[in-house]
């Protein structure tokens, strides 16, 4: 059974820094597709980052040079580096594995940023 898991996120100031890290199991995360999603009150699901098996990234403009995905295949862990948030960043943060016959998503992490 595949499980992703969010953790990381909390209350940070503007311009402040956050780490997510999304755990798996039940698969080889070096194999998916891994996305970061955010979902802001109202709004609708917008996707934010994605590492692919290769190793390559793309980026939701809004958040370019500023946040960065990466994996550690030892760890079977992605992680999303935010830096310089923002309020307009505040929302759940979700991960999701996206493969052969594998559509996962964790149960998402909060993300406030507030002075």
């Known amino acids: 059974q595949v499980q992703v898991v969010e953790s990381g996120g909390g209350v940070v100031q503007p311009g402040g820094s956050l780490r997510l890290s999304c755990t798996t199991s039940g698969i080889i995360v070096s194999m998916y597709n891994l996305e970061w999603y955010r979902q802001a009150p109202g709004q609708q699901r917008d996707l934010v980052a994605s590492?692919?098996?290769?190793?390559?990234?793309n980026y939701a403009d809004s958040v370019k040079g500023r946040f960065t995905i990466s994996r550690s295949n030892a760890k079977n862990t992605v992680y999303l580096q935010m830096n310089n948030l923002q309020p307009e960043d505040t929302a759940v943060y979700y991960c999701?594995?996206?493969?052969?016959?594998?559509?996962?998503w964790g149960q998402g992490t909060q993300v406030t940023v507030s002075s």
């Open positions: 999701r594995a996206l493969g052969l016959r594998i559509n996962a």
């Open positions: 590492i692919t098996p290769g190793g390559g990234t």
